[in-house]
């Protein structure tokens, strides 16, 4: 094996094939004979079900058929159906209603016109009950508060800290909006069932569909090759996938539904409001001793999205020995919130990346230098070791190219030539190191094809890249004629991909498996020469094909993960391995320029310096980088979902309205990776970039405001109003 080298910068394996359209998405697929469907959402957000007539839907013409919740009241909801570790909801198997806008009828008729028209005239008559839509609303349930993350006492070193900060910071219900809308299309061949969905989760897709459905899950197949964005949307079975499935089935056609964009504000998951108490306390010198920081996430009544883990990584970021997290859920009549891009990392970082800037006025330290004095050397949380630590690496590339060291301390001190206020903030980001079971097919013919299948999804990120990558540094093969398989069980068994943990996953078993490749080729002939290709070995051998296959299992795993995966589940290790704790890392510098009057606010440049071990593609890792300060930028200064309380409604349930930054929004973005290979994380020395890419982005925006402005807005998003 050669040793860990930067890989060369690379165009992305699939841009050819994507510039020229080749790859489709699951709604895209052409299938003969296809219906279509639509969904009718509830227009009560609690309540029940008394009647529902389907004549004037049924008489539509195309109309094929109209199902209720009689049609699927013996749907089960399985472990898998909500990605193998989550309770989960399947609407219309009764007549409970739990949240505004859950499918109550499902039409299926002969084009998308005359389903959508159809599921309009579908007629619901409702017992309502009342509802509580916001956790800001009387009725919403807080649970008890649950203890995150301790180290030392937290408490104590609070009551003995020379200087201190209290403060509370709110982030609003985010929605993730991949351009790909969320779609389920299923048809019957040769007794198979066979569902494509865009979905970063194509096991929980062929065992929660064959759960609710009581099919053998070896005559279940899901494909999705190619995602037109996941961000997490895309981890769960989808409200309409089972519904879609057993339509088809009952109507021996291939059935599609695309659910329409307005839809997924409220059956699609979204990143729940949450709000944040941080104390932190430390020295005059600018020492932190003690964090307390509790946190409130919104979250659904009858089912819940995990407990939120704002601690995990906010607690890493410095070393800072007496900790306390605390945290809990608050439940309301809302559909389930889930992941959304560094789905705790971001608004945990957003509020406690910001209470540190407030800690460095505090303090009159510059907050460049206050993260700088309080760097970990071990995890004081754990107190093991970290595979790497690089967080004062890349504050310190940072700072340089960004220029920090002509900062004016004094907030509204700086100001540009047309008069704008400029502020200069800075914030740190940490992620998670997690690795997952996976499992790699290795074929290499003598004619020149090479075939990689392995687990894992292509949302967009350029994961084929990076395997691809791997594959091509270690084995002389024909580049032109590499053919990758990901995100389809019909190529080899799948786990989801999500937690930045498809890279840590899926390159280290490409690297097991061309180990295991290169074993069976020098058994039958010897090492390659230098400059023999697999090919012409192959050729010289006479033997049209060799293939090999292995089970790769993450940094520290058992074989029960790979069964666990194997049975529909979810097997993640990391960020804590029995010998030491795992992050990627990332600092982020934000000018933001406000103009004195009418005090809009604009981001012309950010530098963002991420270590997220070696980098496998350079390129498809600067735009992920670059994408996730966009989001950022979005969660600080655009994005919230608007909920009216009366009805339980998002207002804003379109592209229109749900605002997020344009081309015209975004300056210039410097994104610089360290490139350091951490070996002892795994083999192939690479942790995940996606997600980490975002973490920190909004507190340097929200920080650089404040610098410019001298005001403190402690929620999101920042606007205009919030500066008169
Ligand atoms: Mo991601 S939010 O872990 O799919």
């Known amino acids: 094996m050669s040793a860990l080298t930067p890989t060369q910068d690379r165009m992305r394996i699939d841009a050819r094939d994507k510039v020229l359209g080749r790859p489709l998405f699951a709604a895209d697929i052409p299938l003969r004979g296809l219906l279509h469907a639509m969904t009718t959402p509830a227009r009560i957000a609690k309540g029940r079900i008394t009647a529902i007539d389907t004549m004037a839907a049924a008489a539509v013409p195309g109309v094929v058929r109209v199902f209720t919740h009689e049609d699927f009241a013996d749907l089960r909801v399985t472990p898998a159906t909500l990605g193998g570790n989550q309770p989960g909801f399947q609407p ?7 949240f505004r806008g859950q499918p109550v009828a499902l039409v299926v008729a002969a084009t998308l016109e005359a389903a959508t028209e159809a599921a309009e005239l579908v007629e619901v008559t409702y017992e309502a009950a009342p509802f509580t839509a916001t956790m800001d609303e009387p009725g919403a349930e807080p649970q008890p508060y649950e203890t995150a993350v301790e180290a030392g006492d937290a408490a104590a070193a609070m009551a003995s800290a020379e200087v201190t900060v209290d403060v509370e910071y709110r982030h609003p219900q985010n929605h993730h909006n991949p351009l790909e809308m969320i779609s389920t299309t299923a048809h019957v061949e040769d007794g198979r069932l066979i569902v494509r969905e865009g979905t970063q989760n194509t096991n929980a897709l062929k065992f929660g569909t064959a759960g609710a459905l009581g099919l053998d899950p070896q005559r279940v197949d899901a494909v999705s090759p190619y995602i037109g964005g996941g961000f997490g949307q895309k981890n769960v079975l989808q409200l309409q996938s089972v519904l879609v499935s057993r339509a088809a089935m009952a109507l021996g056609r291939p059935v599609k539904l695309v659910m329409p964009r307005a839809q997924l504000f409220h059956t699609a998951s979204h990143r729940p409001a949450s709000r944040h108490r941080i104390r932190l306390g430390a020295s005059r010198a600018g020492r932190i001793s003690a964090a307390i920081y509790e946190s409130d996430q919104e979250n659904a009544r009858y089912d819940h999205f995990l407990r939120s883990a704002h601690n995990e990584a906010v607690s890493r970021l410095y070393g800072i020995p007496n900790y306390l997290g605390r945290e809990r859920l608050v439940r309301v009549d809302t559909n389930p919130p889930g992941h959304m891009r560094a789905p705790h990392e971001h608004p945990g970082s957003y509020a406690f990346e910001s209470a540190v800037d407030e800690l460095s006025y505090a303090l ?13 050397e071990r995890d004081a949380i754990s107190g ?6 690089t967080l004062a690496a890349c504050l310190d590339r940072g700072a340089a190219l960004f220029g920090w060291s002509e900062r004016r301390a004094a907030p509204h001190s700086m100001v540009a030539e047309d008069g ?10 940490a992620y998670k190191g997690t690795m997952c079971p996976c499992v790699a097919r290795l074929r290499v013919q003598a004619d020149g094809l090479t075939r ?11 994961i084929r890249s990076a395997v691809g990558a791997e594959l091509m540094e270690l084995l002389p093969i024909r580049a032109d004629r590499l053919e990758i398989r990901l995100g389809d069980t019909t190529a080899i068994d799948q786990h989801h991909t999500a937690g930045s943990w498809g890279t840590g996953g899926a390159v280290p078993a490409v690297r097991a498996v061309v180990g295991r490749f ?11 020469r230098p400059g023999e290709s697999v090919h012409t070995r192959l050729m010289a051998l006479k033997r049209p094909v060799l293939e090999v296959e292995i089970e790769h299992l993450g940094t520290s795993q058992g074989p029960d993960a790979l069964e666990r995966m194997r049975r529909g589940g979810v097997a993640v290790v990391g960020p804590e391995y029995p010998d030491f704790v795992s992050f990627s890392w990332i600092a982020h510098f934000v000018e933001v320029r406000v103009e004195p009057t009418t005090r809009r606010i604009r981001v012309p440049r950010v530098v963002s310096v991420a270590d997220c071990g070696r980098v496998m593609n350079r390129r498809t890792a600067t735009s992920q980088v670059a994408g996730g300060v966009v989001w950022g930028i979005g969660a600080a200064l655009r994005e919230a979902a608007e909920i009216d309380p009366r009805y339980g409604f998002v207002l804003n349930n379109d592209l229109a309205d749900y605002v997020v930054p344009v081309n015209a929004d975004i300056g210039a973005i410097t994104v610089d990776l360290l490139d350091i290979a951490d070996p002892m994380l795994n083999a192939s020395g690479v942790r995940g970039v996606g997600e980490v890419a975002m973490v920190g982005a909004a507190a340097a925006v929200a920080n650089a405001v404040y610098h410019a402005t001298g005001k403190r807005i402690r929620h999101l998003p920042i606007r205009i109003d919030d500066l008169l």
Not at 365 to 371: E, N, Q, V
Not at 384 to 389: A, G, I, L, V, Y
Not at 452 to 462: A, F, I, P, T, W
Not at 518 to 528: F, Y
Request: glycine share 18%; aromatic share 4%; net charge negative.
């Open 92 to 98: 219309l198997t009764g007549t409970e209603i739990v």
């Open 364 to 376: 009159g330290m510059d907050p460049l230098a206050l993260r700088l004095a309080n760097d970990a």
């Open 384 to 389: 093991k070791p970290f595979t790497s630590r």
């Open 420 to 429: 704008s206020l400029v502020g200069w903030g800075v914030a740190s980001g």
């Open 452 to 462: 990689l299948s392995v687990s894992g999804h292509e949302m967009g990120q350029g």
């Open 518 to 528: 290169m074993a069976a080729l020098t058994e039958l002939g010897g090492p390659l």
